[in-house]
């Protein structure tokens, strides 16, 4: 089972995602079976901040002077779950999200998802450095995506 605490520093996500904790757990809730680490307390937290923030985050924890979509910061690099396991910290910028603003609930809610899968690969020691590691993590994002859609729509 996966718990996921949810915050936010930015009070734009709330125009768009009004039950922030239910929406994110019921993602996790669609996951396939060997994602929902089942019998096992897997925990993580999630930010919802902005290109401000996330800016400042990026420099300071990866040097690099930019704002991006989202940040993933594992809690251990070779991860190993057992039946009690904190895996990371994700944060995700609303001002990418949002673009463009005039884009429906809909496409927002999918890019989200998307994003949030992508940033939990990256807690669960997934990267995208090379070729063959990018590919492989395209797939299995794609493969949660799938199974994310199917159950929530």
């Known amino acids: 089972m996966i718990n996921i605490n949810v915050f936010s520093n930015e009070k734009a996500w709330s125009k768009r995602l009004k ?3 239910l929406f994110f757990k019921k993602i996790c809730k669609a996951f396939p079976k060997k994602y929902k680490f089942i019998d096992k307390k897997v925990s993580l937290t999630l930010l919802l901040s902005n290109n401000k923030n996330i800016k400042k985050l ?3 924890f990866r040097n690099k002077d930019k704002t991006t979509d989202i940040l993933s910061f594992p809690f251990s ?4 779950i ?3 396991t904190y895996i990371g910290d994700i944060i995700i910028s609303y001002n ?3 673009k463009p603003k005039s884009q429906n609930i809909k496409i927002f809610k999918i890019r989200l998802i998307r994003i949030f899968i992508h940033g939990f ?4 020691g997934f990267d995208h450095i ?3 590691d990018y590919k492989k993590m395209l797939r299995e994002e794609e493969l949660i995506y799938q199974s994310v859609i199917s159950k929530i729509n």
């Not at 690099?77 to 190993?80: D, F, I, L, P, S």
């Not at 690969?121 to 669960?124: Q, R, V």
């Open 130 to 132: 090379k070729n063959k």
């Open 82 to 84: 057992s039946k009690q």
């Open 58 to 60: 990026n420099k300071d």
């Open 96 to 98: 990418f999200i949002d």
């Open 77 to 80: 690099k070779k991860m190993k």
């Open 19 to 21: 039950k922030k904790e």
């Open 121 to 124: 690969l990256h807690l669960i």
